[in-house]
């Protein structure tokens, strides 16, 4: 239509724009819009009356594409008055589509967001990425003009500044850029800016390197006030920066050992230990028995993991002689560091603590001694494990899982998620409000079930997984194991009302609830956030031809407090709209250990909780658009009875995304790939 008259198809289009019609009528007008060169002025007042008609708020979207995308030659002031709107959601859905679409004279249309306050961050995140688009598609031989953005950012908040000048530091030769360069903008930033913006700009400046950026990284880590931004600043460092041969690998020691040795705030010393994990160097070793002895435990336990990593020639002897000490967590830490040393001078200790009194350190003990031996049949008894010490442990070979590339393949994302969790211990925190476990007894994955005040009850240990469903809640013993747990290199996963009930209680100050009058009660739709293809954690949970439905049984909406520790991986406009926050699933590293919280449960999810949905055609639409089968395997199945009823197509067709969720993230750390994304690795292994 809009090839063969575009203004001819606007006008039919807009009559077709009320009623049953409209939803389709206003996807159609956006195709029509964009696919066409260029649209005179029409009428519109019957779309401009979707964008407040309080009974079709569900169109407010569709119809703030339909505008934008047919405005024309109208279009500074439709765009203008579209981004001014103050329904989150028709915000939302320009910068959508002008990051779907960019065009150089979009640009002015944002100048006007760039120097008010912060919004809500939906909109602050679409707001940064339809400028990174706009950015992209600039001529090289003709580059945005940056001076008018640059004075127009310097209005506005600092973290939006932080965000816009990383964006142009990524693309130097597309921009024309303003005095002192999008890089001095982000150092001036950290050296001067508030806290967040400083945190925002260490990270950024560690995305970018250069000679400069390394230079402000290294003095807000030695001299800035805030611990929050000296960790920003040795995470941006470190995780960026590659070693270069065995000087740079020394070189990269000396400056987490200043850290963990010297900063006053616990995070930075917890992140330098985990850092110190580099198999083969004497000198991480070194640096590292000392912290054994650090005054918070946090710090102990990530630096005895570490330790025992580093392989060092000291480790066994360091962590053996913690085995005695009188903090559980410090025992338990050492068990697991022993562990990973994978040598034997580790097996008679770790035999001998399997008569510790505390669950946690006898599991790892067990743990450890079982993945060395590859006797995961064997139980926590003292006299078995010493009788095959004696015998056939004496001359065998210790196994290496974690060095082992063929042991690493297993886990692509090629092989079923049965196989994924193959021989991997999983605790499920039984509630009344999620049941995972229900998805785990359909796919055959053995798991064991937990409940609140018994979670160490099976001899639980960091190389495990543990799932809190919903509601989450934990008794403060359990609280506190469980973060012994995380941070030395436990996986974590919450539903729902987890978040408060487990996360936060676990691992404070990165993520919590978001408060809200009312319980959230909800079904909307969830925007992945990512490359479906190459975000290891999105890839196969999702599909780029499907809207993940979020169903929220008061559901506790995420808020972020240290954006420069966590990423967002799906949000939803609608339900800022609603409910003033949209977050829906998130994920960060914690000590060794790494944490996802999703809003929705896990097991409701899909065609049994649809609403409106009565024929067969709907439902199997419905897994289609919502749920992302495939038409193959729908031509496979579409003449089946259970389609007759929802309830009966949920046991047959299930909604598993937010499983493969999880699954992505035991994928990516089994087969060491979410380690090759927050570590560095020296030159030469590359």
């Not at 959601?89 to 910068?95: D, G, T």
């Not at 000396?254 to 083969?280: C, F, H, I, M, S």
């Not at 946090?298 to 330790?307: E, H, I």
Request: aromatic fraction near 6%.
């Amino acid at each position: 239509m809009a090839q063969l008259d575009p203004l001819e198809a606007v006008e039919a289009l807009l009559k077709k724009a009320s009623g049953k019609s409209a939803e389709r009528a206003l996807e159609a007008l956006d195709e029509v819009g964009l696919a066409a060169a260029a649209i005179e002025a029409v009428e519109t007042k019957k779309v401009r009356k979707l964008l407040t008609d309080k009974k079709n708020t569900e169109l407010r979207a569709e119809a703030a594409r339909a505008l934008f995308a047919s405005a024309g030659d109208d279009l500074p002031s439709v765009g203008a008055e579209l981004l001014a709107y103050e329904d989150i959601e028709v915000v939302c859905a320009v910068l959508d589509a002008i990051t779907e679409n960019p065009r150089l004279e979009h640009l002015p249309l944002l100048m006007e967001r760039f120097s008010g306050a912060l919004a809500r961050d939906v909109i602050e995140r679409r707001l940064v990425r339809s400028f990174a688009a706009i950015v992209a598609i600039a001529d090289l031989q003709a580059p945005i003009e940056m001076e008018p953005v640059f004075a127009a950012l310097a209005q506005g908040p600092g973290e939006r500044m932080v965000a816009m000048a990383d964006v142009c530091a990524a693309q130097p030769s597309r921009v024309r850029d303003v005095p002192g360069g999008a890089l001095g903008t982000l150092i001036r930033t950290l050296e001067d800016g508030d806290l967040g913006a400083r945190a925002l700009a260490a990270q950024a400046m560690g995305r970018r390197g250069g000679e400069d950026a390394d230079k402000a990284l290294l003095e807000a880590l030695a001299e800035d006030a805030d611990g929050r931004v000296r960790l920003a600043a040795l995470r941006a460092y470190h995780a960026t920066r590659p070693m270069e041969g065995e000087a740079g690998m020394k070189e990269r020691v000396k400056l987490l050992a200043r850290a963990l040795r010297e900063d006053n705030a616990p995070a930075v010393r917890q992140q330098a230990a985990v850092y110190l994990t580099l198999p083969g160097s004497e000198e991480a070793g070194a640096a590292l028995v000392p912290a054994l002895g650090d005054e918070d435990w946090r710090t102990a336990c990530c630096a005895a993991v570490s330790l025992g990593e580093t392989r060092a020639s000291m480790a066994v002897d360091a962590l053996v002689a913690k085995l005695g000490d009188a903090d559980w967590r410090i025992r338990g830490a050492a068990a697991v560091g022993l562990g990973r040393t994978v040598d034997k001078r580790m097996i008679a200790p770790l035999i001998e603590v399997l008569n510790d009194d505390d669950p946690g350190v006898v599991g790892s003990a067990l743990n450890a001694l079982r993945r060395s031996s590859g006797r995961f049949g064997v139980g926590p008894d003292p006299k078995a494990w010493r009788a095959w010490a004696e015998g056939e442990g004496a001359t065998k070979k210790l196994l290496d899982p974690s060095r082992s590339l063929d042991e690493r393949r297993k886990y692509g994302y090629e092989v079923p998620a049965s196989q994924v969790f193959q021989g991997l211990d999983v605790f499920v925190l039984q509630s009344t409000g999620d049941h995972i476990e229900n998805i785990l007894k359909r796919l055959e994955i053995t798991h064991q079930l937990t409940s609140d005040g018994r979670v160490f009850h099976e001899l639980m240990h960091p190389d495990a997984v543990f799932v809190a469903n919903c509601t989450g809640t934990i008794s403060a013993n359990d609280a506190e194991r469980l973060s012994w747990f995380l941070v030395c290199g436990g996986s974590v996963f919450g539903s729902c009302w987890a978040l408060s009930q487990t996360i936060e209680r676990i691992y404070p100050g990165v993520v919590n609830m978001f408060p809200t009058s009312d319980q959230v009660l909800d079904n909307v739709e969830a925007v992945t956030l990512g490359d479906l293809e190459t975000n290891p954690f999105l890839r196969g949970a999702f599909s780029a031809d499907s809207t993940p439905m979020y169903r929220l049984e008061g559901a506790h909406l995420i808020q972020v407090l240290a954006p420069e520790r966590c990423e967002v991986l799906l949000d939803s406009p609608e339900t800022a709209a609603r409910h003033g926050c949209g977050n829906l699933a998130v994920w960060f590293e914690a000590g060794h250990g790494v944490v996802l919280d999703s809003v929705n449960h896990f097991d409701l999810q899909g065609l049994e909780t649809a609403a409106g949905l009565k024929k067969a055609e709907e439902r199997q639409a419905y897994a289609i658009d919502h749920m992302g089968l495939t038409y193959e395997r729908l031509r496979e199945i579409e003449g089946e009875k259970f389609w007759s009823s929802s309830a009966k197509a949920a046991q047959f067709v299930p909604d598993d995304s937010a499983f493969r969720f999880v699954t992505n993230f035991v994928r990516a750390k089994r087969s060491g790939s979410l380690y090759d994304l927050t570590r560095p690795v020296p030159v030469e292994a590359e």
